[in-house]
């Protein structure tokens, strides 16, 4: 649980805000439902979350911070994945329209963890070569 105190517009009164510690936001077109798991075993039932839905994310085990999430019409699982550090990836959907799944997780600093789904788009994933003497190539499937 967050805990944020601010100080009322009197200096005599203070707002105390709890609000849970993951909040998961779907900006995806499509359905979703997510779950926890540890050590690779599902922790409770999946939870769905909307298309545009923000809903709250109760973790049991913080310290691993771990969960899978899938389409809600097909239930095929994708990778699981961390919600610890900030970061940006993708995870793999293994559904023709809508292949690869975007997932950003954020931190507050101040325990907040906000996980964020979205569509992919065209460039949303850089590259960034950072090897002084090696270069990289790549292409799309289609292109070999």
């Known amino acids: 649980i967050c805990v944020d105190v601010e100080t009322g517009p009197s200096s005599l009164v203070k707002i105390i805000e709890f609000s849970p510690s993951v909040v998961i936001i779907n900006k995806s077109i499509i359905a979703i439902e997510i779950v926890e798991t540890v050590s690779d075993k599902e922790q409770d039932q999946w939870v769905s979350v909307y298309p ?14 771990v969960m899978r999430v899938c389409y809600t019409f097909n ?50 994933t850089p590259l960034a070569n950072c090897e002084q003497t090696d270069s990289v190539s790549f292409c799309e499937i289609d292109d070999l």
Request: charged content about 25%.
């Open 75 to 124: 239930h095929v699982k994708s990778s699981p994945f961390t919600i610890t550090p900030t970061y940006r990836t993708l995870l793999q959907m293994d559904y023709e329209e809508h292949p690869v799944l975007c997932v950003e997780v954020t931190t507050n600093g101040q325990g907040r963890i906000t996980v964020i789904f979205e569509d992919y788009e065209a460039n949303d």
């Open 52 to 65: 545009e839905q923000t809903i709250p994310f109760w973790p049991r085990n913080m310290k691993d911070g």
